[in-house]
């Protein structure tokens, strides 16, 4: 396996292999690394660096396996290779296998066994990582290459939605006291309305004011001006005043609820069951067949987004530390 770092000039074969994968998001995109390039930042011993992208090829001769992008973090003591980067509310990135879906399971095991070793030689060898994160994407079923290399594997999860049955039957899935609080939240005036580039101040001071976001303003307005198409804004209003809302993107034939929503009440009942009803409505009646609840995670947030009758979908994040990297995060 030969391990290469794609440039401009890869980018519509980049994008291409993203969009045929089972296993490629719009998070994968050229031009969404591009921007996580130029925003994302981790603190280190009282220091903020950012994170340069290597967007790794590797291929077998000279048929391509699949794509790694990967954010280097290069400090004194530790060498930080990151898939997702760090602070861009992204919980997930890692390999796209290329015509994973179509491989026979015994090719595609010893594919993709061989692909991590290549892209473990190249973190650890060439970049000399002494710390490597990487979260994969939803349905990525076979860890073992990681934890057979010295990772720590540990399961994560999200949810979604399969809403190609129409509106009718993603509403009667629900629990009844999502029902019940919809219809509470419309009796009570609330409604819900598409918003726009406008609306990014409310949502992320929102956000801000709830410790619910890290990444500067700047980035999503970046990542809305670059995915106008692929952004959409569910805001929530009472009397023409904004309460809440989400931000989502569409890709291949997802809708992903991707940030807001945090916890708001009025008169005794969250307006985010109706964002989130209405963004569910939106995809049922633009053709779209799966709506995904992100950070299923989350303990705190478990009784909130289960009562959507979603389906759990697991990922996996992985870590490996040499004992140096081990040693000096002690101090």
């Not at 790794?56 to 048929?63: F, M, N, P, Q, Y």
């Not at 969250?270 to 963004?279: G, I």
Request: glycine share 6%.
């Amino acid at each position: 396996m030969d391990v290469s770092v794609a440039s401009d000039k890869d980018r519509q074969l980049w994008d291409d292999i993203v969009f045929s994968s089972i296993d490629g998001t719009l998070f994968h995109s050229w031009n969404w690394l591009k921007i996580m390039e130029k925003y994302n930042w981790k603190k280190i011993f009282s220091r903020h660096y950012r994170g340069t992208l290597f967007p790794l090829i590797i291929r077998d001769g000279s048929e391509i396996i699949g794509l790694l992008p990967v954010f280097f973090y290069d400090t004194r003591w530790l060498k930080i290779a990151s898939s997702p980067p760090f602070s861009l509310e992204t919980c997930y990135l890692g390999p796209v296998m290329k015509k994973y879906d179509e491989t026979k399971t015994h090719k595609k095991q010893h594919q993709f066994f061989e692909f991590q070793k290549a892209a473990d030689d190249f973190l650890k060898n060439t970049l000399q990582a002494n710390y490597i994160r990487i979260r994969s994407s939803p349905g990525t079923a076979d860890p073992r290459p990681f934890i057979w290399s010295g990772y720590q594997v540990t399961p994560e999860f999200t949810s979604t939605i399969d809403v190609s049955g129409g509106e009718k039957t993603v509403w009667e899935n629900f629990s009844p006291t999502v029902r019940r609080t919809v219809k509470k939240l419309e009796k009570n005036g609330v409604s819900l309305a598409m918003g726009s580039k406008e609306d990014v101040d409310f949502l992320y001071n929102l956000m801000l004011g709830h410790q619910r976001i890290e990444a500067p303003k700047e980035f999503v307005l970046e990542i809305y001006e670059n995915f106008s198409e692929n952004i959409k804004f569910f805001i929530a209003k009472k009397d023409d005043i904004p309460l809440t809302g989400n931000i989502t993107f569409t890709y291949k034939e997802k809708v992903n609820g991707w940030i807001g929503t945090p916890r708001t009440m009025i008169n005794g009942a969250s307006p985010n069951y109706l964002v989130n009803w209405e963004a569910m409505r939106w995809a049922c009646n633009n053709n779209f067949k799966t709506y995904e609840i992100i950070g299923a995670s989350d303990l705190t947030l478990f009784p909130f987004k289960s009562q959507f009758n979603a389906e759990i979908i697991p990922f996996y994040s992985m870590l490996w530390e040499s004992p140096f990297a081990r040693f000096i995060q002690k101090f």
